[in-house]
């Protein structure tokens, strides 16, 4: 299984060899460091690899985590499972990927709030005629007395409430172009999160 950590960028478009064109994600895919990895016959009884990433000031950064990864102020630690093949100390980078891999990116969506039922859940509202005045975008009836509720809302109603920051994974996505240089790769569609959003891209 191939991973990375990277920051969305940006949204762009490339142009494959038949002339189509793609919409693509550009992700700032900094080099990893192998803090610690985790097996099934340890005391850990999982098999993961523990990544950091980033520069961070030591004098930010508890003793406990300092401990940990010997000394070394990363901005974010992660983890990916039943993931192998590499020893602390070991750096991943954009390398890793080639054109055509298919991966899935997960992280966190971007917030919206509080938000009504019509953005959040799609309701059409109410009409917009026949005596229609304040209640076009209203959630309408949520059971009242009697009804199937037993005369209380029923758990699970879809009301109005804070919609994004949630963690969200899209799959099949397809690596469109890979610059290790630069340490960039590109993603075919959109991704979860606003820009400098840390993702975690795993191959599929």
Known sequence: MKFILAKKERMTRVFADDGRAYAGTVLLAEPITVTQVKTADGKDAYSAIQVGVGIRKTKNISKAVLGHTKGKGYTDIREF?????VAVGDTIDASVFAVGDTVQVSGISKGKGFSGVVKRHGFHGGPRTHGQKHTERSPGSIGGSGGRAGGRVAKGMRMAGRL????????????????????KIIVSGAVPGRRGTLLEVVST
């Open 164 to 183: 994004g920051t949630d963690r969200v994974t899209v799959t099949n996505l397809k690596i469109l172009v890979v610059d290790a240089l630069e340490g």
């Open 81 to 85: 499972r039943d993931a192998e093949g």
